[in-house]
């Protein structure tokens, strides 16, 4: 039996709530499998972009090798771009992650720490402009639910997050335990990565 | 100009982590018409089922009339339902609150408080037996994504609470503000209530 695998949250001031609590719903159904640990730059209560707080439980400082990276979107990727300190932490946790994902805006974050580049990510269709933005050497992908490109996972915007948390639970814990996690939450799971309605209604592809 | 509702989330040890965010998303996304209040017995960090805690900012015993209540399921359901201190805490505020909902196991407590007696009601397919069982005197609708009946909406397991939200959302601000958000946070939104794939699959119909 494989040990139980660290999955790091990232929050800060402005967090989207579903990029963040619709992944972990799914990764918090395998506490066997998935210990949820909540990271960010002081611990204590940190207030989301729709206003209800959650609790940081550990300071990202102090944050020993993650296996599993997850950073979220939400309005407050705008200033965290600039924050060197943030950046700089989620570049030392990738570097020793087993996988690093970004939800929504997140993607944002990681281009700007480098660690898109090279690579194959989407992000957000609605704020599409400004997330490419801040990695112009990363393949950006206009039509996809999520891209897998080798341990980088990228969702779309916000509910885009939990068909990625799906499809990485997929791959370490197996495809029909993924589809028993949708059942027994009653998600309708889009398993396709390419099936990406909202790329046409952003107008980035015909 | 209308002026703005108060959505007040009940929070209890072992709340379901997307029945609370789901729904918040997309109240969150209009600050100037809802406002939401997140409640518990006592303030401070609350812990869900999946591990992650969130904050009270009010205590239930202080909370003033709400125009919108909503009651999350999760295993602390199991728990709460013997709570009769909580139990006439939601029984006060239903009684003058503009809507009465709950996402998932979260209409045993309603059931249990005598809420939903005489009305029809869904909840959690894969719970169904237990949370039926909280109220007698309930119609009991199996096969439904959500059900609303006067004033009361219930809806279906977990992710099932956020489509009720933009039905919810369409009913107080209209179609098309409900359809923005679900286009906004890249949510493919199932918008007819009697589409419940979850039902067959649970056994509760053929």
């Known amino acids: ?13 402005g967090f989207e709530l579903l990029d963040v609590f619709g992944p972990l719903e799914f990764f918090g159904r395998y506490p066997e499998q998935f210990e949820i640990l909540m990271l960010a ?14 609790m940081a439980d550990i300071d990202l400082a102090n944050c020993l090798p993650l296996d599993i990276l997850i950073v979220p ?7 965290e771009v600039y924050n060197e300190s943030l950046i700089a932490e989620l570049r030392r946790l990738a570097e020793n992650a087993q996988y690093v994902t970004s939800v929504c805006t997140g993607a944002g974050l990681l281009a700007k720490a480098g660690l ?7 992000t957000n269709k609605l704020a599409y402009a400004w997330a490419t933005s801040q990695g112009p050497k990363v393949y950006w992908v206009p039509e996809a639910r999520w891209v897998e490109d080798g341990n980088v996972f990228t969702s779309a915007g916000v509910s885009a997050g939990m068909d990625m948390a799906l499809a990485l639970i997929a791959k ?9 996690a949708a059942v027994y939450t009653e998600y309708i799971w889009n398993e396709d990565p390419s099936s990406d309605p909202f790329a046409h209604l952003a107008g980035l592809v015909d």
């Open 116 to 122: 898109l580049d090279g690579k194959r990510a989407t």
């Open 172 to 180: 370490i814990l197996g495809i029909e335990t993924a589809r028993e």
């Open 41 to 54: 730059e002081g611990m204590g209560a940190i207030r989301s972009a729709q206003g209800p707080a959650a």
């Open 1 to 13: 039996m494989e040990a139980k695998r660290t999955v790091g949250m990232v929050l800060f001031d």
């Open 73 to 79: 979107g939400g309005r407050g990727t705008r200033r």
